[in-house]
């Protein structure tokens, strides 16, 4: 998940239940990276790396032990994953970019992890995993879960 932010600034705000104030912070001032100094450390590349936080490269593991995918068992063994930022060629170089990652469980991929998740058996829910991890605290991620039925 890649998602282009225009900065809103507010000198008033709480820490949420759902978000440690740290993030929570980092978030509502100007989150991200500048895309200019991307695009000045890859020589002008449209691409970036991420790094993803241990628990979400267990459960990549997890489940790609559970599908026998080779493919998503390397991803799960990786530092860092490349992200594209093609999609971003028509924004400005002072645009603040977020850097975040996605994955989708279907019922059938990991049963381990939805319980877990304490999610009931709905053979048609598919669980959408969202995280990020802000570049200016380095340890800390923030995360989304959120489900779609087909």
Request: glycine share 6%; no cysteine; net charge neutral.
């Amino acid at each position: 998940m890649l998602k282009s932010y225009k900065a809103k600034t507010s000198t008033k705000w709480r820490p949420s239940r759902y978000m440690p104030a740290e993030i929570e912070q980092y978030f509502r001032t100007e989150p991200g990276v500048v895309l200019g100094d991307i695009l000045q450390r890859t020589s002008g590349v449209y691409e970036t790396t991420t790094s993803m936080t241990p628990k979400f490269r267990e459960d990549i593991r997890e489940i790609a032990e559970q599908v026998s995918d080779d493919e998503l068992l390397r991803i799960s063994e990786l530092p860092e994953v490349p992200v594209s930022l093609e999609h971003l060629r028509h924004v400005g170089p002072q645009t603040r970019i977020l850097v975040g990652y996605r994955l989708d469980v279907t019922p059938a991929e990991s049963p381990r992890l939805r319980h877990r998740l304490a999610l009931p058996p709905d053979s048609r829910m598919t669980v959408h995993l969202d995280e990020v991890v802000p570049p200016g605290l380095p340890g800390t991620s923030w995360g989304n879960m959120r489900f779609s039925w087909e």
